[in-house]
């Protein structure tokens, strides 16, 4: 396995062990950061951690994380580091957050690793080598994406609810279509990435909730499009199976209207 990739899913591990010492633990203090967004001891005990370990491993690479910002390195490689993505579920006991790291080379997105520490379930790829799921018991297996490519029957993941979306990406999601089901998190790109949903939007988000499916849902056989939201330091994603892509794109980018 490529030296990073198993780093990656080591640095996972270790990093979820941390966040259960504090999951679901009444005393969690939850502090306010300045862009408003929650954080904890376990947002920062889980960065620190990996940060660590690749400066140990591979002290000339770059890292970007959420909590603790850019390390510039000389090396071409650049980590990019969410140590918990889905803050609010965790600090409300909701086991559906994860780690999410990714390394990129000079070619652009290399690797991309998703855990899921309170359910146990991680998936990982690597560019040009597939995506993997490791459940939380039994061995990895590659894994591929639904071929859906109608939205009826669809299954579409958001996070939080559509507060955000204006027409006619609220009227679509209050229409029924499509059945549309929330709080996703981390938990939403396993759930994509292994065949048991179609599609997800994502919004107002930043490269490190994103970096890792840049490379695991195209390997999963999936499509991915990041926008940088109008007049906002935030982007939005859609993230779908190929046949559903062009169409979800179509029906609330283009239109200019929507997304971002
Ligand atoms: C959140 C997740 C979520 C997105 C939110 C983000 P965080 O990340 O990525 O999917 O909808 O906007 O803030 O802040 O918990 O790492």
Redesign the pocket.
Known sequence: MDIRLDAAIRMAQAGGKITLDYFNRPDLRVETKADL?PVTAADRAVEQCLRDRIREAFPEDGIVG?EYGVDAGTSGYTWTI?P?????SFIHGVPL?GLLIACSDVDGPLLGVVYVPALGEMVYGIRGGGAFYKPSSGPVRPVTMRTTETLDRTAMVL??GFEWATSPMKDFFMSGETMVRTW??AY?WILLTTGRADAMI????KE??IAPLRVIIPEAGGAISVWQIPGRDDLAAIVSTKGLHSQLVTRFVDDGVSLP
């Open positions: 967004s959420e969410d918990i993505d889905g803050t609010k957050y996070t939080s996703g998190d939403a994502d919004h107002g988000i490190y909730d």
